[in-house]
């Protein structure tokens, strides 16, 4: 849809709900380019696979993380990497199975005369009849699996409905998709062993502020806390300085709160990371139900040395911040640090 036809209809839409599936208003989807895609399936079930290995095992060893795919997860790559055959200006460059999703990258080599999303249609018609054909024998998984799966359904859809798209933008981000990729079982794995820390907390009250949270709430209330807010007209020596000043202070006990909003702010937050400092970062962007920390954090997530907190609601949008938002974070950054207990 482009923007014209957007605007025309969004009166009658009704309220924007949040959502990982919409399309981008205005990109030409029959276009040369490639894309990230993910699906679901529907209710999360975990029926491609079985994750298997130990979190912290060393890549490339017998017990690295990794996914073990059911006889129905088998096939469904089979129908991945069989797309260009009915769509022969697609090209598939890579697919990640995980247990209850998927990962994958689509390259539309030239222009198409159908929509990018009818060959994600065509590959989930195609997968949901394997689906049906083997649901006797996916039936007769253990009470037990089908109990931790929340209850199984004999649906004839494999999928939820719908599948979220990015869009490459520069080449650099490519390596970062298959990184992305290859390393999502370990990701599962750490997410698996320390799950508390993982998961997303909504309604933490911290001063009257309501806030959601992936990490260590606990860090909250530690008796040392120490903003970090620097000026963004700050140049390399006086960055540099301050990268040596607050990593002093973090090191003597101090936790560092800070929404990172500066240049100066964001490489002292880095910094302290990449020392395996205890962080409490603030972000602006919102979390749903199945929001999880960027796979830089993960480490530091797991260690119990790292806590987002979001303070106003998910949306599908980043928009640039506004002085009256970086105002309000960093107000923010300063109550928690004047609370001794905020939890």
Excluded at 157 to 181: K, M, Q, S, T, V
């Amino acid at each position: 849809m482009d923007w014209e036809a957007f605007k025309k209809h969004q009166a009658f839409a009704g309220p924007t709900k949040p959502s990982m599936h919409r399309r981008r208003v205005g990109h030409d989807y029959q276009s040369r380019r490639i894309y990230l895609i993910t699906m679901t399936v529907e209710g999360r079930r975990p029926l491609l696979g079985s994750l298997v290995g130990e979190a912290h095992a060393a890549e490339g060893s017998d017990d690295a993380p990794r996914i073990v795919p059911t006889e129905l997860g088998r096939r469904v790559g089979d129908c991945w990497w069989d797309i260009p055959r009915y769509y022969p200006d697609i090209k598939p460059l890579a697919l990640q199975l995980m247990p209850d999703h998927l990962h994958g990258i689509l390259f539309v080599q030239q222009h198409m005369d159908v929509h990018m999303s009818q060959a994600v249609k065509g590959f989930k018609t195609g997968t949901n009849k394997i689906y049906r054909e083997l649901l006797p024998s996916v039936a007769t998984m253990s009470r037990q699996r089908q109990e931790d799966m929340g209850g199984y359904r004999h649906e004839g859809f494999l999928w939820a409905p719908g599948f979220n798209d990015h869009i490459l933008e520069d080449a650099g981000e490519l390596d970062r998709w298959f990184e992305y990729l290859r390393d999502n079982p370990r990701r599962l794995a750490i997410r698996r062993a320390h799950a508390d820390y993982f998961r997303v907390r909504f309604d933490l009250d911290i001063g009257g502020q309501a806030y959601a949270a992936i990490g260590n709430r606990f860090l909250l209330n530690h008796p040392q806390k120490m903003q970090v807010q620097l000026s963004r007209r700050f140049n390399d020596e006086e960055i540099k300085h301050a990268v040596d000043h607050y990593l002093a202070l973090s090191k003597r006990g101090y936790v560092l709160v800070s929404p990172a909003i500066s240049k100066a702010e964001q490489a002292v937050m880095r910094a302290a990371l990449d020392a395996r400092r205890p962080l409490i970062f603030i972000t602006p962007w919102g979390f749903n139900d199945f929001s999880h920390p960027g796979h830089q954090y993960y480490e530091a997530c797991a260690e119990g040395r790292f806590l987002i907190l979001a303070p106003w609601p998910h949306h599908n949008w980043k928009t640039n911040l506004t002085r009256e938002m970086c105002l309000a974070l960093n107000g923010m950054a300063k109550s928690i640090c004047e609370i001794d207990k905020c939890i």
